[in-house]
């Protein structure tokens, strides 16, 4: 007798966390513009060096290195100014400005503050030093060359007036042979970075031009891959996949299509009696033509040798057949080629209906005996399957 095991009971289902809480929090504070994003995401790395800088300030004033009132009036600035900037930004009032980034005035305004706490830290403002060259650091990201040295000479100039100001008035703090070193170094680390500026725009520009260079390369080795290279129309891969794709769009409700298969009567002829370049030329002339009377949905490509497949949708304007017809017609009143003034191309053609659901290689093998059919009886004659 037969047993029966009941199945066990499904487990109740668990409700994991959120796994885009994370994206959306990404979105709300750094917006979902990729240029906006990365703009903020500079000036948010550049508030957390800063907040790192002002814990260390802070430490400075709890071991008595400094003033805790001018550690808290430099936290106070820096605070503003970061949060000035973002919200210009994160409102995109930005945009309006030649430079969206607002790179320049942000290392203007930093190197502004950075003078001021030289100025107000006492025994570490050397520190401050530092502060300058990693502010033009990020400045080489966002600023070119010539905006680069604009920030450069400011902060060398504000630097000087701040290191004199502080040598005269505070000679214990500051003196007068050390501001000087101090001021040289400060000189020096400038105008290094603004000639490496110079040389990092060079090898972004390089970087620049080849990623184009190869992308073009890229997409013309695609188009080969896919183009026949004598006639210049798609070839045998490339229509397998367009007849592929139209199939999968009539399944999903698109238009139905014929598939034709053509083949020039008597090409091998041809080929014997004038040569192959008069061969070459007769399948370019007829691939011209039959671009230019084809309608504009109709696709042909070269399926091998003197055979071409065409795709022709079910769509207006005509009959698909019609556009085969016309070809026909077209081709009996002109020379195969400039070089042929008295030759005229003819053909046979075999069409066959995609029916619904069926995989297309069948499609193509009743083109194919339909064509044969044509040939059968006579050539330069369409029969349909």
Known sequence: MP???????????????????????????LTTDSRQRRTLGLLLLAALV?????????????????????????????????????TTIRSGLNRRFRDPTLALPQVISAQTLIAAGYAMTGPVHGASVIMLALVMVFGMFSLRPAALRVASLYTVAVMGVVMYLCARHQPALYPARLELFNFTLTAIVMIAISQLS????????????????????????????????????????????????HATRHGRGGPRFHVCIIDLDHFKSINDTYGHAAGDAVLRAFATQAQQILRNTDMIGRWGG???????????????????????????????????????????????????????????????????AAKSAGRNRSVVL
């Open 3 to 29: 047993t029966t095991v009941a199945a066990p009971a499904p487990l109740a289902p668990q409700s994991d966390p959120d796994p885009g809480w994370l994206a959306r929090l990404g979105d709300a504070v």
């Open 50 to 86: 800063s907040a790192t800088v002002m814990l260390l300030l802070g430490y400075a004033a709890l071991i008595g290195a400094t003033e805790a009132r001018h550690v808290g009036w430099l936290a106070a600035l820096f605070g503003g100014f970061m949060v000035g900037f973002y």
């Open 198 to 245: 110079g040389q990092l725009m060079n090898m972004r520009t390089r970087v620049k031009t080849q990623k184009i260079a190869l992308e073009q390369a890229l997409t013309h080795i695609k188009e080969m891959a896919a183009r026949d290279e004598l006639t210049g129309l798609p070839n045998r891969r490339r229509m397998m996949t367009l007849l592929q794709e």
């Open 306 to 372: 003197e055979e071409f497949l065409l795709l022709l949708p079910e769509t207006p304007p005509g009959d698909p057949a019609l556009g085969v017809a016309r070809l026909r017609e077209a081709l009996a009143a002109m020379p195969a080629s400039p070089a042929l003034p008295d030759l005229r191309v003819r053909f046979s053609a075999g069409f066959a209906r995609y029916e619904d659901g069926e995989p297309i290689d069948q499609a193509i093998e009743r083109a194919d005996r339909a064509l044969y």
